[in-house]
């Protein structure tokens, strides 16, 4: 089983719509977690961190589950600059070992 | 004002060759990192530093020997280039503050590795 599995997609998804991402960890004793946005041929950029208690940045909102060992990204109002991959982080404490997930990509059409 | 640079940013070399990557960062940072990210786009840790010590080393081959001179610089140098060698190289940042959830790794741009 890999440590962080998400969904590789593509989601092909038109202007404003809803798009939602999980994503699962194996190792119990994570204790950070992040989407990172990586556009074609760039570097990794932070998206935004994951907390228990659920966060929300604008169109972006994100959930752990910590018993069910589970991440999603909710994006609201779909924009063509949001095609991207969308990669699924976990950390130890510390941030030394640092665990990305394969990715999901997404497409926003006109 | 590049807040993590990495040098250069495309290598081509052959089979066999020796060859360096470096990497500075400007952001005070105390955590460096190497990632290669192969053709499947696939992500995966190589290396962590803080403070100039090695902290992780992901069972990477000992080909590839990363160097901290300091804090702010994290290079890797690799013997022997192999086919499977050619990836893009990210290197990284981050602060450690111990008992935070927040460790943003701030990545350079990479390097685009090709092994002929």
């Known amino acids: 089983r890999k440590e962080v599995e998400q969904d590789p997609g593509p989601f092909n998804v038109p202007e404003g719509a809803t798009v939602a991402f999980n994503c699962t960890y194996s190792n119990s004793a994570s204790q950070s977690f992040f989407w990172y946005r990586q556009d074609c041929r760039k570097e990794p950029k932070l998206l935004m961190s994951v907390y228990s208690s659920g966060n929300e940045d604008g169109r972006f909102t994100a959930q752990l589950n910590r018993a069910s060992q589970y991440i999603s990204l909710l994006i609201r109002d779909s924009k063509l600059s949001d095609s991207a991959t969308y990669l699924c982080?976990?950390?130890?404490?510390?941030?030394?070992?640092?665990?990305f997930g394969a990715g999901t990509r997404l497409f926003v059409k006109a | 004002d590049t807040a993590v640079s990495q040098t250069p940013k495309y290598l081509v070399t052959q089979m066999g060759n020796d060859k360096s990557i470096k990497c500075e960062q400007n952001?005070?940072?105390?955590?460096m990192y190497w990632y290669k990210q192969d053709s499947k786009k696939f992500l995966k840790i190589m290396f962590s530093y803080n403070n100039k010590e090695l902290i992780i080393n992901e069972t990477v081959p000992n080909r590839f020997s990363p160097k901290s001179p300091d804090k702010a610089h994290l290079n890797l140098h690799i013997n022997s280039l192999e086919l499977g060698d050619s990836a893009v190289y990210f290197c990284?940042?981050?602060?450690?503050?111990?008992?935070?959830?927040?460790?943003?790794?701030?990545f350079g741009p990479g390097t685009r590795l090709t092994v002929t």
């Open positions: 990284a940042s981050s602060h450690t503050e111990w008992g935070s959830s927040t460790y943003e790794q701030y």
């Open positions: 982080v976990v950390s130890n404490t510390g941030g030394f070992k640092t665990i």
């Open positions: 952001l005070g940072h105390d955590t």
